[in-house]
Each structure stands twice: as structure tokens, then as C-alpha cells.
């Protein structure tokens, strides 16, 4: 889904009425691949005074975000007095997709270049501009800018400001301005549900998803994907089953993303042999959608099966990433499969596979030992990995330590989660109540008179399996 238009070069470009040098410029733009060459083109176009030319500076700003070089063509804009609105988009949408040292980002300071210039933009300007923004205020400002202009009723601008609100969190400031637009097209509603959904609020996007339905706007593919993360993420399978009819009834192709994203939902609903089925008949699938099945065969506890879709994989020459190693690892643990768990982990940590475990792989390891009962073990791998343990590796442990009866592997790791959260008052309660377990009292005492002394209150309803789980 783009929420940015395409640009539209001036009505004359003026090709027939350029000097003979510019065509020779514009010759060396084409052929250019070096970036040392840009500074020597830069200072032929200065020299023979083309810089005001558009069609030289927008070919220029290309052959820049060809080569991956945004200062050179910085360098032309600041020397326009008056540069054509087309050549400020060009160059604002080059800073998108070239990274800058610019303490500032390079589309605010084009844009504060085009207003001191007198040069408005139109709405093919402040799309661009807000999606470069790191934070609400800039937002907000470029927001109060689109009013005075006019430019806000734009749908193109609409949708960016929708896109920025709920992107950075601001639902109430999205759900306003969605709610005044005169007309909500698939665009608006699409960037709505993925806001939600990004925002942990899936219900909040199936409830938009419907909503669009009853509007009479027809759903597309990236509605889709957005709404099957929701429904992933709240479990809805009935939602999706739907979603999955209506791809079909309407002849979709399933390509890499929609189809992906059915496995997701699928996987994470229970309906692993849905997933299956949705893989089976994709023509082109990616690592993305290798883990989506292997992660939902995990989730069902189906361990072999995972590790002979995982053997398939690297069989078909797809090459594994973190993502789908931590799938393998927890179908393991979760299947009680300690040896082949091992065997992937030694696997992983030799570089077979081109990187190294993270944490979090680290972490399905102390899962995978210490749900089959091998503490110590668990506890070895903690001692020895090469990051600091988190509340989730020592939870982790807490966990399979009580469910094993090992009270003292427990209190080691009950000691540690009060050390990384002091002011954590469950991980205290669950350390005293480890203690009267194992009939120490005056220590399990000493624990709930310093949550007292403290000032630590208990949340109501609390539990240390959700905490963990």
C-alpha cells in the first residue's frame, strides 16, 4: 500500500532547447556509475550555469539516489534560488531512500530550502515530508501546515497524517482525523486497521474491518494482510476463515504476502492443517513463509513434523534466519525433542547457519532443558552464554523448576528476577512463597517485610504463570 503519489515531471521539460554542453551532461549522468564521479558532473553543471535548469537538477538528484550519494545533490539544491516544486519531490523522495549525516533530517530542511524560497508545496510534498518524521511534534506541525495551506483535505495527505498518528502510537489523534474525512476510500480504512494492529489493539481492528464492510468500500490485498494479522493476534479464527473465502471467490493469486499471512493466521488460531494447506498451494513462497509454518506447527506442538519442514527447507536451498531457528527450537521444547533441540543449537553456535544465537535463542534452550528436567543443565547454559540473563530466561527456569519440584533451582531463580526488578513485587511474593515451600520461614519473613517496608503493593489478580507463560 503507497500513501505517497507519484511524481509528475514539469508539462516542458525544454530537452530540444538545451545548450550542447547540457546534453553532453546529461550524457554522463546516464552512463555515471561511480559516486566519485558526481562532484566533477556537479561542477560542469555550476559551470556552465544549468544548475536552474529542472531537467539537469532532477537528472542529476537521480543519477545521486542511483548511486547512493545524497550530499552532492543537497549541495545543487541549496545553490537554487527558486528551485520547481518537482525537483524539491524528486529530491524528497531521494533522502527517503538514501541514509544522510545530517543532524536534521534532509526532507525538513528541503522543505524549510522551499518556503524561505517562496516555492508551495503541493500534495505531493508533505506525503513525503511526514513520512521521514522521527516524532509527533514534527508531525503536528507539518499537520497545522497542511490546514493553513489547504492541502489537508487531500486524500494523499490525510492518509499520511493517518499513517504517522497511529505509527507513532497517537490512536486518538488518528481516530479523530479519520473520523472527519468527508470520504473514506480503501486507503484510509487499510492504514486504520494496520494502525490498530500494530498498536496491539486487533480487536479494535476487526471492529474497523467490519465497519469498512458495512461502508461498502471493498477490502484489497493489503487490507487483507492487515486484517489476518488481527485476527492472528486475537485468535478470531471465523474472521479469517472468512478472509481466506473471499481471496478465493475473488480469484486472488496467493502470492508470497497474503499467503503468508494466512499461514500466520492460521498457525495461530490452532488450525495448523489450514496452514498447510495455504503453503501446498502457493507458487512462490519465501523465509518469511517457511517460519510462518514452521513457527505454527511449534505453537501446535508438533514438533517432528516441524523438524521435517524445516529439513524440507534447507533441502529447497532457503537459507534459515534467527526467525526460523527460534521456531525450530521452540517446536522442540515444546515436543520435549532435548536432542534435536541440542543438535540445532550446536549447529547454530559452530555459524552453520551464518550467524550466531541471540537471546532469545539462548532462551528456548533453557525452556527446552528445563521442561525435560535437565536444571542444572539449564542453569550451565545461563552461566556460560555470552549475554546478561533477562527476567524471561530466569522465568523461564522459575517455571520449569516449580513444575519439577526443584525448589532450589526455583530460589535461584526467584533471587535473580528481585535482583533485575527490585521494585517487582510479584517476583518478591513468589520468592517468599518459595521460601515457605521449603520451611524456611524466617527468611521467607525477611522477604514480605521488606516488600512492607518498601512500600510495594501487589497488583490484584496477578499471576506468575501469565508473568512467565
Known amino acids: 500500500m503507497s500513501l505517497l503519489p507519484p511524481l509528475r515531471p514539469p508539462s516542458s521539460s525544454g530537452w530540444e532547447e538545451l545548450p550542447p554542453a547540457a546534453h553532453r551532461i546529461l550524457h554522463s549522468l546516464s552512463t555515471c556509475t561511480s559516486p566519485s564521479h558526481l562532484p566533477r558532473i556537479l561542477a560542469q553543471i555550476l559551470l556552465h550555469r544549468l544548475h536552474p535548469n529542472t531537467t539537469i537538477a532532477s537528472a542529476f538528484v537521480n543519477a545521486c539516489l542511483a548511486l547512493r550519494r545524497l550530499s552532492p545533490a543537497l549541495s545543487l539544491f541549496s545553490r537554487l534560488r527558486r528551485p520547481h516544486v518537482f525537483l524539491c519531490n524528486t529530491l524528497l523522495r531521494a533522502a527517503l531512500l538514501v541514509p544522510s549525516s545530517c543532524a536534521a533530517p534532509p526532507p525538513l530542511l528541503i522543505l524549510s530550502h522551499m518556503l524561505r524560497s517562496s516555492v ?15 516524532d509527533l511534534p514534527g508531525g503536528r506541525m ?18 499520511s497524517l493517518l499513517h504517522l498518528y497511529g505509527g507513532r502510537g497517537d490512536m486518538p489523534s488518528c481516530e479523530r482525523l479519520f473520523d472527519e474525512m468527508p470520504a473514506r476510500e480503501v486507503v484510509a480504512w487499510t492504514t486504520l486497521i494496520a494502525c490498530y494492529t500494530n498498536c496491539r489493539r486487533p480487536g479494535d481492528a476487526l471492529i474497523a474491518f467490519e465497519r469498512m464492510q458495512y461502508a461498502g468500500v471493498a477490502p484489497n490485498r493489503v487490507t487483507m494482510v492487515n486484517a489476518l494479522g488481527a485476527c492472528a493476534a486475537h485468535g478470531t479464527l471465523d474472521m479469517g476463515v472468512w478472509i481466506h473465502d473471499y481471496v478465493r471467490s475473488r480469484g486472488w493469486e496467493l502470492d508470497v504476502v497474503l499467503g503468508t499471512s494466512l499461514i500466520d493466521m492460521y498457525g495461530k488460531c490452532g488450525r495448523i492443517d489450514a496452514g498447510i494447506g495455504v503453503f501446498s498451494s502457493m507458487a512462490e513462497r519465501d523465509v518469511y513463509t517457511w517460519n510462518s509454518l514452521i513457527m505454527g506447527l511449534a505453537l501446535a506442538k508438533s514438533g517432528e513434523e516441524a523438524l521435517s519442514w524445516f529439513s524440507r527447507m534447507e533441502g529447497e536451498g532457503v537459507n534459515p534466519n534467527a526467525i526460523t531457528l527460534l521456531g525450530v527450537l521452540c517446536a522442540c521444547s515444546h515436543a520435549g525433542l532435548v536432542e534435536a533441540g541440542r543438535r540445532v543449537f550446536d549447529s547454530l553456535l559452530r555459524g552453520s547457519y551464518g550467524f550466531r544465537p541471540e537471546i532469545r535463542h539462548y532462551g528456548c534452550m533453557v525452556d527446552l532443558l528445563g521442561r525435560a528436567g535437565f536444571l542444572g543443565a539449564a542453569v550451565e547454559l545461563i552461566e556460560t552464554m555470552p549475554f546478561a540473563p533477562n527476567a524471561v530466561i530466569w522465568g523461564s527456569l522459575m517455571h520449569a523448576s516449580r513444575t519439577r519440584g526443584e525448589l532450589s533451582f526455583g530460589e535461584l531463580a526467584a533471587r535473580k528476577l528481585v535482583e533485575l526488578e527490585p521494585t517487582n513485587v510479584a517476583y518478591h511474593v513468589v520468592l517468599a512463597n518459595l521460601y515457605a515451600e521449603m520451611g524456611r520461614w524466617r527468611e521467607a519473613e525477611e522477604v514480605r517485610r521488606l516488600v512492607k517496608e518498601g512500600g510495594l503493593r501487589k497488583d490484584a489478580g496477578w499471576s506468575f504463570a501469565e508473568r512467565v507463560g
Open 120 to 134: 508551495a508545496p503541493n500534495n505531493y510534498t508533505l506525503p513525503l515530508v511526514l513520512k521521514s518524521l522521527p
Open 142 to 159: 507539518i499537520h497545522a501546515f497542511a490546514l493553513r495551506s489547504g492541502l489537508a483535505s487531500d486524500h494523499y495527505v490525510r492518509n
